[in-house]
């Protein structure tokens, strides 16, 4: 059997060059193929109209890589939640969210994910595979198609860790700034953390921002709500940040979700302030996003102010970040788990 084509998403500008070459046509027309997948959102080599109309009809059937929407849920603060099917039918999760003065997308890395932290709906589904780099800048371009508007953010903060999946990530990051146009601060990877990987990163030199999802500030809460964490102790994580700011000469994000009555209280601000002494960062308080697999609450409004004020009073930067569309379909990750398993119960 042939080998099935490569995707033409896939491929990098003198690599699209030389595949055309191989089916007859002159050099340059990688260099208009190139502009319709990017520029034009092309999804068929059928559309791209100054190539010749015999050649594109030939090939009209050659895979571009570009998913299908199958379902959008649009928030009441415009936030639109998508779930695109990618060639082998798994469905993942993409989010636009616009601002005044911003279209952030909030990108997938993995279909699933196997970190299985207490509080996500993600990990709830466990791991599939691990997206190619042409999976993750589809989804920016599909949201920016969506909203006729050029993406200016990019959060790996969708399904999956991005850590895990490190050499896909950092092509798409490649593309998403080289080709896209997309500055390289405007991308942030957000990761739990394993041991070994925070540094491989840093060797990137990548200059995108680097957000570290914490969520407690000793070892034993930690570890309660992350699984993984069992393996890696959080002065070990502290170290690998100081080190990854020290190479890369970038500020790290801790990101912390506030569970009410679990790691919400003065106390854990307190002590997350003495971890992160002499630290050149930022933090991000995300009250829980209720799922439906387990029972945590969001803390009220007065705890999420104080733990701030807290970490604030220790001169530490903080935001708190509410999730937006919440209301388009639950938290992260819930959509696509009850649209996946109705496909599954389908076929
Ligand atoms: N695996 C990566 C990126 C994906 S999750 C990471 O862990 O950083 C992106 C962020 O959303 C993480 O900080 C994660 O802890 C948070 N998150 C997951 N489920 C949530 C929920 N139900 N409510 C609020 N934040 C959640």
Redesign the pocket.
């Known amino acids: 059997m042939a080998p099935s084509p490569v995707p033409l998403l896939s491929l990098s500008l003198p690599e699209l060059t030389a595949w055309v070459q191989t089916t007859g046509q002159p050099a340059y027309r990688g260099k208009q193929i190139h502009q319709w997948l990017y520029q034009k959102g092309a999804r068929s080599l059928n559309t791209m109209t100054d190539l010749p109309k015999a050649w594109r009809e030939k090939n009209s059937d050659y895979p571009i890589g570009r998913s299908v929407i199958d379902h959008c849920a649009v928030a009441p603060d415009h936030t639109r939640k998508y779930l695109l099917r990618l060639a082998d039918g798994l469905i993942i999760e993409t989010v636009g969210i616009p601002s005044s003065k911003r279209l952030t997308v909030?990108v997938s890395?993995q279909v699933g994910?196997a970190?299985d932290?207490n509080?996500?709906?993600?990990g709830k589904g466990g791991f599939i595979r691990n997206l190619q780099s042409y999976e993750i800048v589809d989804q920016v371009l599909t949201v920016q198609e969506e909203f006729q508007e050029r993406v200016s953010n990019v959060?790996?903060?969708?399904?999956?860790?991005?850590?895990l999946n490190l050499p896909e990530v950092v092509k798409a990051v490649e593309c998403l700034n080289q080709v896209v146009g997309i500055g390289q601060r405007a991308l942030t990877i957000?990761?739990?953390g394993l041991p070994g990987k925070i540094r491989q990163l840093a060797d990137r030199h990548l200059q995108v921002t680097f957000?570290?999802?914490l969520?407690a500030p000793n070892q034993t809460l930690r570890q309660s709500l992350?699984p993984s964490a069992r393996h890696y102790p959080l002065e070990q994580l502290l170290a690998d940040c100081r080190a990854y700011v020290e190479t890369t000469g970038r500020r790290v994000t801790f990101?912390?979700?506030l569970l009410a009555g679990v790691n919400d209280q003065p106390v854990h601000a307190e002590q997350l302030a003495q971890k992160l002494r002499g630290f050149q960062t930022h933090v991000?308080l995300?009250?829980?996003?209720?799922?439906s697999e387990v029972d945590?609450q969001r803390p009220t409004e007065a705890q999420i102010n104080q733990f701030a004020q807290v970490l604030s009073d220790h001169r530490i930067a903080v935001s708190v970040r509410y999730?937006r569309g919440v209301q388009a379909d639950a938290?992260?990750?819930q959509l696509r788990a009850s649209r996946q398993e109705e496909l599954t119960a389908t076929v």
């Open positions: 909030c890395s994910c970190m932290c509080f996500c709906a993600t959060v790996f903060m969708g399904m999956g860790e991005p850590l957000s990761t739990v957000a570290v999802s969520h992350i990101e912390y979700v991000n995300i009250p829980y996003n209720p799922i945590y999730s938290a992260c990750g």
